[in-house]
């Protein structure tokens, strides 16, 4: 079975500053990992995902993230943070068995003024 | 516009009383499922299903039932709600293949006094 780890389940930066959301999986096969983001009273949205090919992905609203294969890692980043990006991310793994996904416990983030 | 629509968005119930919570796409997805959301546990599955007629337990099945009589409904149904099923209910929908990604309703904020 997959498993998602999201270190610090509260994350909090200064506006301008860099954002790092911090993922890992456990995974026998090669992942599909994505990373979702859920605003106050929303449901959850897309920023990105990974599949094959380049391993740094380019997602909405400015993030990014990096699939590590020897690190199982895939940590999301933003180089500047804003006030809107306050919200709660999710890390989530597929491992190609359509009906699963496996999230993470998630990640709060707090960006101050 | 490709949605996923939940419905009620907020339910206040008691104990006992039979309940269900509506879910359609209008993406012609094969794959649905139902989540709850709980502070620090992140996303949990409840039930999933494949396709019309094809349905499957998740990771905290207890206490709940669905159907998928139509490809695009997945209503979730709680037979005798209890306190404990107080919590925030996803319904997702996605295509066939690994690297698709879910598409998440708003969600239902449910509580069970």
């Known amino acids: 079975a997959q498993s998602v780890t999201q270190l610090g389940s509260h994350v909090s930066v200064s506006e301008g500053a860099l954002v790092l959301l911090r993922c890992n999986y456990s995974?026998?096969?090669?992942?599909?990992l994505f990373w979702y983001v859920q605003y106050p009273n929303q449901g959850l949205q897309l920023l990105l995902k990974?599949?094959?090919?380049?391993?740094l992905v380019k997602g909405i609203n400015g993030f990014e993230a990096e699939f590590k294969k020897s690190e199982t890692s895939f940590h999301l980043t933003k180089p500047s943070a804003h006030m809107s990006d306050a919200a709660e991310y999710f890390c989530?793994?597929?491992?190609?068995?359509?009906?699963?996904?496996?999230f993470g416990s998630g990640t709060k983030l707090n960006v101050k003024p | 516009e490709a949605q996923v629509t939940q419905n009620p968005r907020y339910l206040i119930t008691v104990t006992g009383k039979k309940l269900t919570v509506t879910c359609s796409q209008n993406?012609?997805?094969?794959?649905m499922s139902w989540y709850r959301q709980d502070p620090g546990l992140g996303l949990r599955q409840i039930y999933y299903?494949?396709?019309?007629?094809?349905?499957d337990k998740g990771d905290v099945p207890e206490g709940y039932k669905v159907s998928r009589k139509e490809k695009r409904n997945f209503p979730l149904i709680l037979e005798s709600p209890s306190p404990n099923q107080t919590s925030l209910y996803f319904c997702?929908?996605?295509?066939?293949?690994?690297?698709?990604?879910?598409?998440f309703g708003q969600g239902t904020r449910l509580t069970v006094v």
């Open positions: 993406m012609n997805h094969e794959y």
């Open positions: 990974y599949t094959t090919g380049a391993t």
């Open positions: 299903s494949m396709n019309v007629e094809v349905t």
């Open positions: 997702a929908s996605r295509g066939m293949g690994g690297g698709t990604e879910a598409f």
């Open positions: 989530a793994v597929s491992d190609g068995n359509f009906n699963k996904f496996y």
């Open positions: 995974s026998s096969v090669p992942p599909y």
